[in-house]
């Protein structure tokens, strides 16, 4: 077994005002998505965001469904949801950069993005990163988004 990291997480940034979030998830694991949207939904609410959630089949869809969203400028932040287990093919690695590849370039569009898809090996890599007592690898999605709309709003100021 890997030896354990504790991470530093960053304080959750002080925003005023209203503060919309979407959730968009892909249920491909429904026990792993659950405990990532639980994880993601706490961190929201300690921020006072409302929160908005779509499901999408699977991660590969996560990016353009926060792009048609982001056409109509509704949310403030995204927050991308999943889980990808490898599998026997290379479709594993597919997903894995494709999906995180669109997040990326939508972030450097100036969405602000958290990115919560797991890409791991075993569902139990799957279970501890999911768990809201665990990794809370959806909590920390949620941060990262809450981070960059602060600095977003924060240099809009200036
Ligand atoms: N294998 C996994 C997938 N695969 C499905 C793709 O994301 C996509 O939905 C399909 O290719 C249709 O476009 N998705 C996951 O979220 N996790 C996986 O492990
Ligand atoms: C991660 C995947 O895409 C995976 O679930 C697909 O499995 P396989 O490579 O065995 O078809």
Redesign the pocket.
Do not use: A, D, M, S
């Given at each position: 077994m890997a030896a354990s990291i504790d991470h530093h997480h960053l304080p959750l940034p002080r925003i005023e005002g209203s503060l919309r979030l979407l959730i968009v998830v892909a249920p491909y694991y429904r026990q792993i998505a659950d405990g990532l949207v639980a994880g993601a939904r706490a961190v929201a609410a300690e921020a006072s965001a409302t929160v908005d959630l779509v499901e999408v089949p699977g991660a590969l869809e996560i990016p353009a469904a926060i792009a048609l969203a982001a056409r109509r400028d509704l949310y403030d932040g995204h927050v991308a949801l999943g889980c990808?287990?490898?599998?026997?093919?290379?479709?594993?690695d597919?997903?894995c950069n494709d999906s995180s590849r669109g997040l990326t370039l939508l972030g450097l569009q100036g969405h602000c993005i958290g990115n919560g898809i797991l890409t791991v090996e075993t569902l139990a890599q799957a279970q501890v990163r999911a768990d809201p007592q665990g990794q809370n690898k959806g909590g920390g999605a949620a941060a990262a988004a809450l981070h960059l709309i602060a600095l977003k709003r924060r240099w809009d100021r200036m």
């Open positions: 990808v287990i490898r599998g026997e093919t290379t479709h594993y597919t997903v």
